[in-house]
């Protein structure tokens, strides 16, 4: 393996509390890398649980690297300042589309060449993992040699233990490909196409299995996912954050996350006091993470708990309907500023079409009791571009938000304290996995027009402001949603045009951006992520796409094991998911 320089570390980690540093001596090296900057990918608890599992392997070293500040700065370790292709294996933790534009820049700067075709075994094996590679691991497919689709605490001992067993890198990979479900190998894979240039299909070679089974751990009590590392650069200052939950039981039509992870799970009272009390240690704030923290059996409980061991209390989600008076309370007693409500769209007919499950009513009820409280500040979400939506869908927004203004005017005023409200309108992208997978997502122009009704109507509001995601943005995300092994030949290019995506496509007159993202795909189309099997029905998906154009919905998830309406709990259970 090449050797190269020891580069200085990035600046201002030493306030890091957590870190693992070991002796190199005798182990297998894995550069965990997000690809994404420090402040963004540190508190990230799938990418922490990974650092520590592969540390508390005594054979393995392993240390974080993240994306540097300029996209022309190699890329060294947080531990050692060791770079990047000086490690065995280079572990790319994945949780958003988005950071797929990093992975090929990290590897051009680290000297690594991008394609695993081209790297031989003086080179690191490089492997990727996290909820984007679930959702679809394509468009970087031509970059990884293995793909680890589900979850870390059941695939990563059995991995490792392939990989020490001393083979050679075909030999390695081929172990993987027959004997480690979860373990999916792009170069086992040809992608096919028509003569127009539509997908036709992914096709094995070498015997590869046809399906890759997305591999999860069916009791979450067994793990711990909390905090490793703590740093004030990281958006969430010192807080200790706790996973309570995996997955969501409402199936709102449009989130990945409620769907791949099926069938949800939720810790129990007993399994989450430990991690109270270890975060009480090392902070005086707790997080508690989850799709449906809200739906926790026992979150006003686990809430005094924290009470009572000093510490104050947030939550990454919480529904509008399950906003309790305990709830609240810790909200207030831990001196929460700002409050989130996600009404997604205006009308509640559109909340129907999406299969949110709350209703105007539950809305305002939720924004009078959080200012109540004393809480000064309220965020919304909404989506403009989602299936079906009208004209009048986005006249709602501004209705909505005037009738969530006038609410929060009243009850400000009891407290003495008028804050502010802070509308966050966001492109609807379609996901796979999801019942819109097959929707179209609506074109810039379409947008650009939604947006300035919801801006001319909310203009001449005080103490409220409208912001937006970048449409262009969005699109690209599109695109990194639902693309193709085409899409590793686009990065590369805007790799060379210095992340330029409009000369890109300029460039690239035979990729024909509507055919991803602006049109309506057949339910009979093959699609690039069709070889990745969560478990849910694809005619389950295509029911709810249906019921979705109707505006009808469907009830939650019931997390019986004798449900059969989706498919997951119907399937049987990968080898590695037992006991």
Not at 53 to 80: A, G, K, W, Y
Request: glycine share 6%; aromatic share 8%; net charge positive.
């Amino acid at each position: 393996m090449t050797r190269h320089r020891i580069v200085r570390p990035l600046k201002n980690h030493g306030a890091e509390t957590g870190a693992i540093r070991k002796n190199w001596k005798g182990k297998i090296s894995i550069a965990l890398v997000y690809p994404n900057r420090y402040a963004v990918g540190l508190p990230n608890l799938g990418f922490q649980t990974v650092y520590g599992l592969c540390n508390s392997m005594e054979m393995v070293v392993c240390e974080r690297m993240f994306l540097p500040d300029t996209h022309d700065t190699p890329p060294v370790s947080i531990e050692s300042s060791r770079p990047l292709a000086q490690f065995d294996i280079v572990a790319f933790s994945i949780s958003f589309e988005n950071d797929y534009l990093n992975v090929p820049v990290l590897l051009k700067t680290a000297g690594i060449p991008l394609r695993s075709s081209e790297r031989g075994d003086r080179w690191p094996m490089v492997i990727a993992g996290g909820a984007a590679c679930i959702i679809n691991p394509e468009p970087i497919a031509h970059f990884i040699d293995c793909f680890l689709i589900g979850e870390a605490e059941i695939l990563l001992p059995p991995f490792m233990s392939h990989i020490s067993s001393g083979c050679t890198r075909d030999e390695l990979l081929d172990q993987l490909a027959r004997h480690l479900p979860g373990a999916y190998i792009p170069a086992f894979y040809e992608d096919r196409y028509t003569p127009e240039g539509n997908f036709e299909g992914l096709f094995p070679l070498k015997n590869a299995p046809k399906k890759i089974p997305r591999v999860f751990a069916p009791e979450i009590d067994r793990f711990q996912t909390q905090s490793m590392v703590i740093a004030p650069q990281s958006p969430f200052g010192n807080s200790h954050l706790i996973e309570v939950s995996r997955g969501c039981p409402h199936g709102c039509r449009f989130c990945a996350a409620g769907f791949i992870y099926r069938p949800p799970r939720f810790r129990s009272l007993s399994a989450l006091e430990p991690c109270i009390h270890a975060g009480a240690d090392v902070s005086d704030r707790i997080g508690l993470v989850g799709a449906a923290v809200s739906d926790l059996p026992d979150l006003e409980r686990l809430c005094e708990q924290a009470r009572q061991a000093g510490v104050q209390i947030s939550f990454s989600s919480l529904r509008a309907d399950a906003l309790t008076p305990g709830i609240v309370a810790a909200l207030a007693a831990s001196r929460v500023k700002t409050a989130t409500i996600a009404p997604d769209a205006g009308s509640d007919r559109m909340r129907r079409v999406i299969n949110k499950g709350i209703t105007e009513s539950h809305i305002l009820e939720a924004a009078a009791a959080l200012v109540s409280a004393g809480i000064p500040n309220l965020k919304l979400y909404f989506m403009i571009g989602l299936p079906t939506e009208t004209s009048a869908d986005i006249d709602a927004i501004v209705i909505l938000c005037r009738k969530i203004k006038e609410v929060f005017l009243e009850r400000s005023r009891k407290t003495g304290h008028i804050g502010s409200i802070t509308v966050s309108v966001n492109a609807f992208i379609p996901k796979p996995f999801t019942p819109f997978q097959w929707a179209a997502m609506d074109r810039k122009d379409v947008l650009k027009r939604k947006l300035a009704t919801v801006l001319h109507g909310l203009k001449s509001e005080p103490n409220m402001r409208v912001e937006a995601n970048n449409f262009r943005e969005a699109a690209i995300s599109a695109v990194l949603s639902r693309g193709d092994r085409k899409i590793s030949e686009l990065l590369e290019k805007t790799l060379k045009s210095g992340g330029n995506w409009g000369r890109t496509f300029r460039e690239t007159p035979q990729f024909r951006l509507s055919s991803y993202i602006y049109q309506e795909k057949p339910m009979d189309a093959p699609l690039p992520w069709d070889h990745i099997v969560t478990g849910i029905s694809k005619n389950f998906l295509e029911n709810e796409y249906k019921k979705a154009l109707h505006g009808n919905t469907s009830p939650p998830c019931s997390m019986n094991s004798g449900c059969r309406l989706c498919g997951v709990c119907t399937q049987s259970p990968s080898p590695l998911t037992t006991s």
